[in-house]
């Protein structure tokens, strides 16, 4: 397919995608609409069956390594706010973190290997992954052999500090470990008016939640990035009742696997504490996301040189307190999780996040390009189609 063709039809694919937002755990069009595509360029589909998302499978006419290539596909509960023409048909939902990219850029990658198998060594696999924004889809993916023989694998994400096509890139940490806890405070309910009658549970949340900061001031490394952040804090039904209840919510970032231990640690002894301090007790509980990600230099280096080779632009990649669930699969096998300049605008997560269309077709290549050159193949194809 001549380089227009795969523009037009990758263009035609993301409006579709951004149109047509599905939540995580819920994208059975989006599946469907991949589907669709892949199968009309015949691209083997594996049977594995998931609810929503699959794997692609290009299976090169030369022996070489098995690598993969993650694409996440689900939607932001967000009511998108931008005058595309192409904005989110769907109240309520809109593709804010740039899914609708990762998915075309993945089937314009798998597209160009299947046309140049004779050129591409080994086998690659393009992981179509359900509910990342649930830090918690990977998991989905894991579930299954998929991942048994394969022994490199790349991620990227819509970069909106960055020009279109920009590749980032860097070794090490990029992404922190995502953790969240839940903490109750039990007191006993008594009449406003008649505090000594019971536990105020409010003063003593309102001191767990001054205390805890002093893990990040105290407790951790100062060179060591983290944070904790109190996101949510109910108590009480109304105006003269001391409740029972405060209950307090929140996330953990870290980098460093031994932060990660301290920050669960402190965190219990700290409300447990605080709490009695206060006459009261606290319940905690810790609930453990993806880690942290990390680049594997030998990768990351190699993906900032291919993309000088081929005349992108390059920068530094950001490291950020964000988190992805792609850590999962560094777990148990080398990544690079790469940074793709979508334009500069909005950040993710905004309601008025959009992506410039114009960098598809040269995202879809570069990615094609990493897994074709990395698997030894001296000759890229794919430099200029």
């Known amino acids: 397919m001549g380089g227009k063709d795969l523009e037009r039809e990758l263009r035609e694919a993301f409006y579709w995608f951004h149109e047509h937002p599905e939540l995580s755990y819920e994208e059975v069009r989006t599946t469907e609409k991949i589907r669709e595509i892949l199968s009309a360029h015949g691209i083997e589909i594996l049977p594995y069956r998931l609810e929503t998302g699959l794997v692609a499978v290009i299976r090169g006419e030369q022996e070489g390594p098995v690598q993969a290539l993650r694409c996440d596909i689900d939607a932001l ?13 769907e109240p309520g939902r809109m593709h804010a973190c740039g899914h609708d990219m990762h998915i075309t850029a993945g089937i314009g990658c798998a597209v160009l290997l299947q046309e140049n198998r004779s050129n591409l060594r080994g086998t690659v696999k393009v992981i179509f992954q359900p509910a990342e924004e649930t830090s918690l889809g990977a998991l989905k993916i894991l579930e299954t052999d998929v991942m048994e023989d394969v022994e490199k694998i790349w991620g990227f994400h819509a970069d909106p500090t960055n020009a279109a096509g920009t590749i980032a890139v860097r070794e090490g940490f990029v992404t922190a470990a995502v953790d969240r806890f839940l903490i109750t405070i039990k007191g006993i309910g ?98 453990p996301g993806p880690p942290a990600t990390w680049n594997d230099k030998e990768m990351a280096d190699f993906c900032t040189n291919l993309a000088s080779e081929m005349g992108f632009q390059t920068a530094v990649e950001e490291s950020s307190l964000g988190g992805d669930d792609f850590a999962f699969y560094e777990e148990k096998i080398p990544g690079c999780y790469i940074k793709i300049g979508t334009g500069i605008g909005h950040p993710i997560h905004h309601p008025a996040f959009a992506v410039e269309p114009e960098m598809l077709l040269p995202a879809s290549r570069f990615l094609g390009s990493c897994l074709m050159v990395y698997a030894g193949g001296g000759f890229n194809p794919l430099a200029e189609s």
């Not at 509960?77 to 048909?89: A, G, Q, V």
Request: glycine share 6%; net charge negative; hydrophobic share 40%.
């Open 77 to 89: 509960p967000i009511e998108e706010e931008t005058k595309l023409p192409y904005r989110s048909k």
């Open 190 to 287: 008594c009449h406003g008016a008649h505090p000594d009658n019971g536990i105020d549970p409010i003063p003593a949340a309102a001191a767990v939640i001054q205390a805890l900061q002093s893990i990040v001031g105290r407790n951790v490394n100062a060179f060591h990035p983290s944070l904790l952040s109190v996101t949510r804090v109910s108590a009480g039904t109304t105006w003269n009742v001391i409740p029972a209840e405060a209950v307090m919510e929140g996330t953990v970032r870290t980098m460093e696997r031994e932060d990660r231990e301290l920050y669960e640690k402190r965190l219990r002894e700290i409300a447990e504490k605080t709490a009695q301090a206060y006459g009261a007790e606290a319940e905690t509980e810790w609930i």
